[in-house]
């Protein structure tokens, strides 16, 4: 059962331009929603999260959006850089009393100079 | 660097046999957790300890275990290994039982 989706396994997209990596999600008892970057022979790196009390949070370059209604969450990086190129994992962590995190499979972004 | 350190880096055993692979969470965080990702998988929570006890398990094989010692190091131990429990595991710490996880550089297990 596969509560947390990401539906592209990968992306291509030229520099300077809108990446958006999309994320969906099945339980709605899911409280909280981060996005990892993760770069090969490295660990996941937190980027960016978002309550769902919320509908959008924004740092810099990267803005999450949730649709609740849908189950849907996005993230956009704007302007893409070459540097983004990495995976990006969505992640869900449910209301219980713990941490623990449900991801999604990733998908593979690349950016072209 | 997440400060979240695991040893070794690379593991290469053979079926069978038994391997325990060793998180150092970042100073002083409670959370430890273990996931596994195997081959263009995404990460599968395994199990999670908070200051010395078990808060959470996956869907984490009979054959493995974890514990998290007083001094809030972590160990994960595979027993019986198959070729299929070939994977990364990674190691995650957050500073309490819930909140942002900071994950380690991970041990890529290879079983032969």
């Known amino acids: 059962d596969q509560q947390v989706k990401q539906n592209s396994p990968s992306l291509s997209v030229q520099e300077g331009r809108i990446s958006i990596l999309n994320c969906d999600y099945t339980?709605?008892?899911?409280?909280?929603f981060l996005w990892y970057k993760k770069y090969p022979a490295e660990g996941p790196t937190f980027l960016i999260s978002i309550s769902s009390i919320k509908d959008k949070n924004e740092d810099g370059r990267f803005t999450v959006f949730l649709n609740k209604s849908a189950k849907h969450l996005s993230l956009h990086i704007v302007p893409s850089q070459p540097g983004d190129s990495a995976v990006y994992f969505c992640a869900a962590r449910g209301s219980s009393n713990t941490g623990k995190l449900i991801f999604g499979q990733g998908t593979t972004l690349q950016v072209k100079p | 660097d997440s400060g979240v350190t695991q040893t070794p880096k690379h593991l290469i055993t053979a079926t069978g046999q038994r391997v325990t692979l060793r998180c150092s969470p970042r100073s002083g965080d409670l959370s430890v957790y273990w996931y596994q990702q195997s081959l263009d998988q995404g990460l599968q929570f395994l199990i999670q300890?908070?200051?010395?006890?078990?808060?959470a398990k996956g869907n984490i094989l009979e054959r493995f275990s974890a514990q998290q010692f007083p001094d809030l190091h972590s160990e994960l131990n595979l027993s019986s290994l198959e070729l299929g429990d070939s994977a990364l595991y990674f190691c995650?710490?957050?500073?309490?039982?819930?909140?942002?996880?900071?994950f380690g550089q991970g041990t890529r297990l290879t079983v032969v």
């Open positions: 339980n709605s008892m899911f409280d909280y």
């Open positions: 995650a710490s957050s500073p309490l039982n819930r909140g942002r996880a900071f």
């Open positions: 300890y908070y200051n010395g006890e078990e808060r």
